[in-house]
C-alpha cells in the first residue's frame, strides 16, 4: 500500500495529490456548496448560519429568511426576535441573529451595502471567521484566497495523512502548502462530499473507498484499528461517537447522585422524626 508523504517529510506530496483530487473528483462530480444562494450576501447569511448545523436545515430557514431580508440594508434595520423566530431551528440563534444584524450593519457602513471581496474585510465582520470567508471568497466570488476547513475537511485531511495540525488555521496552511491553488475551491467541496460519503465520521467506508492506496489511515481502519493521529486527537470519531460514553458516564453520575440525595432525605427525615418522639 502505498502510503502519502505529510508535511513533516521532505518527499514531495504533489504527485500524490493530484492522483487524490483526480480520483476525488471522478468519485464526486457533483462536489459543490449546498447552501442555497442567489448572490454573496445570501451565502453569507447562510454559512453562518451553517455553523453547527445541516446544510439542509439551513436551505429549510434561508427562503423565509430571505424573503423578508433580501439584503443588508434590511437584514440591518430587522428586529432580533423576528430574526431569532426565522433562523430559531438552526441552533444557537441568539448569536447568529447578533453575527448577523452586526455582518449586515457593518456591510452597509463600511462597505456600502456589499458583501466586500477581500479576506481581510471579511474577517472584519461579525461572526466571520476563516471559514465563512473562504466560503463567501471561493464559491461568491470565485476567489481562492484559501482553503475552507470545517469539521469534514478537518478529519478526512488528517486521515489522508495532509495535515497532522490541531486547529483549522494550521490545517488550512498545511493544505495550501500541498494543493494546487488552482484547486483551493473545489478541493474542500471534494473532501466534505467524501467525508459526507464515504470518510464518515464514525466508521470510514475504507473498503470502497477510491482513494484507499493513497490514504495513511486505511491500513488501520480495514484492520479495525485506530490511526494513531486519530487517537491522539481523541479518536472519539471512529471509536463510535464522541458523546456516548460521556453521556453514559454522566447518566450513570446522575443517577447516583439523585439516589445519594434520596437516601440523605431519608436519613434526615428519620433524624426529625426521631427528635420530634
Ligand atoms: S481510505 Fe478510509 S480513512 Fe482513508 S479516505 Fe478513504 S474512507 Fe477515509
Redesign the pocket.
Known sequence: MCAISTPETSESTEPRVQALIGRLKAAHPDAACVLRHENPFQLLVATILSAQCTDERVNKVTPALFSRFPDAVSLKGADVTDVEELIRTTGFFHNKTRSLLGASTRIVEAFGGKVPSRMEDLLSLPGVARKTANVVLGVGYGIADGIVVDTHVDR?SH??GLTRAENAVEVEKDLMRVVPRSEWILFAHLLIF??RR???ARK?????????D?????P???NGRI?PWERRRGGREARGGKGKARKRLAKGKAKRGTRRRAIRGAERRAKGGAKRK
Not at 470510514?204 to 477510491?210: D, E, G, L, S
Request: aromatic share 8%; proline share 12%.
Open positions: 478526512v486521515r489522508l467524501h467525508g464515504i470518510c464518515v470510514p467506508r475504507c473498503a470502497v473507498c477510491p482513494v484507499q493513497l490514504c495513511t489511515s486505511a488501520y481502519f480495514l490511526p
